[in-house]
């Protein structure tokens, strides 16, 4: 449950972010998650993919990293992608 909620924020954030640089689509997402997170590139691509968003397709890299930080956060270590023209 709580990983929802995480991927809400993280799709906000990501969403947000490439708004504020102009992103059009994202090639390369690295992040980085908790040791016991449930948050996945699987996970990541279904909540893009089930609001419709065009920021993450089948070119997208996503690479979500597992460490020891803090339980139910994230850190997006990395956005690349092409921007708007």
Do not use: W
């Not at 890299?61 to 803090?70: P, S, T, Y």
């Amino acid at each position: 449950m709580h990983d929802t909620f995480l991927n809400q924020n993280l799709y906000e954030s990501i969403t947000h972010l490439c708004e504020e640089h102009s992103i059009a689509k994202i090639l390369n997402l690295t992040i980085t998650v908790h040791t016991h997170s449930h948050i996945t590139e699987q996970s990541i691509r279904e909540y893009f993919s089930d609001r419709n968003s065009s920021l993450i397709g089948d070119r997208t890299n996503i690479l979500v990293q597992k460490k020891d930080i803090e339980p139910l956060t994230a850190t997006i270590n990395q956005i690349d992608g092409e921007k708007f023209e």
